[in-house]
């Protein structure tokens, strides 16, 4: 039993998605940050979306061993020694710091990665075409046309295999006189596609006066909901920055109550209160 989140209007998809990737820029708070993880952690189990974690944790493990490497040959502070080698000290400081900036890595991968589950396209291509119609019908072509041009190339390029060519000459010059009439073929082809694209846009409403909007999206309870719970965990941050709440120097006079003290567990029960805020509003569109 899953859920579908693509009729939220696209302007409150956005922000959450612009607001998620402002607190992991802006905080390096673990509480803070596992929060937001778990929230990314709740739209993919609700949406049935479990593959995306491990997508995002292909790119965060590689990252993650190359930092804390990195962190250990650089950094000499730290009072906990986990292990000496070489004549230097390897502490536990070093490591936290240099999980806690891979793990913002992986945050912002899963932030980027809920765009697609939060996000209807048609809704966002219509309220953009209300805003900006001539840069999005520019970029509608450009995103259907570069993947289009892609496969046609891999196609091309195996058609002229099979009539002799050869793609993997010895010099620089031969390569280049093979992708030739590749080239040739596909001047001709993008710009009949890219003009076909933008025709099949203009038909749906791009341009064209009155239907220059062919799908209104309205703000509903469920927008509200959630925008008050994003002007909430704002106002926090701001309130969090200004008195230096949720300050986390691992190197030097760390202390827990920096880790755990009212402001940021507020901020965090803030975070986590959008997992109940989408649940309670989307618990009878299941899919």
């Known amino acids: 039993m899953f859920y579908n989140f693509k009729d939220i209007h696209v302007v409150t998809a956005l922000l959450l998605i612009i607001l998620m990737t402002f607190l992991v820029f ?14 990314s952690l709740a739209i993919f189990f609700m949406t049935g979306s479990i593959e995306k974690l491990r997508k995002g944790l292909v790119y965060f493990i590689p990252f993650a061993v190359i930092s ?5 040959l650089f950094a000499n502070q730290g009072s906990i ?11 536990l400081e070093a490591l936290i710091y ?29 309220y953009f075409s209300s805003i900006i119609p001539k840069s999005t019908l520019l970029l509608t072509i450009s995103f259907k046309l570069f993947p289009s041009l892609k496969r046609k190339i891999t196609s091309l390029r195996e058609v002229y295999s099979l009539r002799g060519v050869d793609f993997d000459g010895k010099s620089v010059k031969e390569r280049v006189k093979s992708y030739t009439p590749i080239l040739a073929n596909l001047l001709g082809t993008s710009m009949e596609e890219a003009f076909d ?9 791009f341009l064209s006066g009155e239907r220059s909007v062919y799908q209104r999206q309205k703000i509903g309870r469920k927008d509200i909901s959630l925008g008050l719970n994003m002007l909430i965990i704002l106002s ?6 200004l008195k230096a ?23 965090s029960i803030s975070i986590l209160a959008l997992i109940l805020n989408f649940y309670l509003n989307w618990r009878s569109k299941e899919s």
């Open 245 to 267: 709440l949720d300050r986390f120097d691992i190197y030097y006079n760390f202390r827990w109550q920096e880790l755990f003290n009212y402001g940021v567990l507020s901020m």
């Open 68 to 72: 804390i490497i990195i962190n250990f």
């Open 26 to 39: 802006s905080t390096d708070n673990p509480l803070i940050l596992f929060s937001v993880f778990l929230f």
């Open 98 to 126: 240099a999980l806690i900036y891979s793990s913002k890595l992986l945050l912002i991968i899963y932030n980027f990665s809920m765009i697609e589950l939060l996000l209807n396209n048609d809704g966002a291509v219509s």
């Open 236 to 241: 926090m941050l701001i309130f969090l920055k």
């Open 81 to 91: 020694i986990l292990f000496i080698a070489f004549d230097k000290n390897f502490t």
């Open 197 to 205: 694209i933008g025709e099949a846009a203009y038909v749906r409403g």
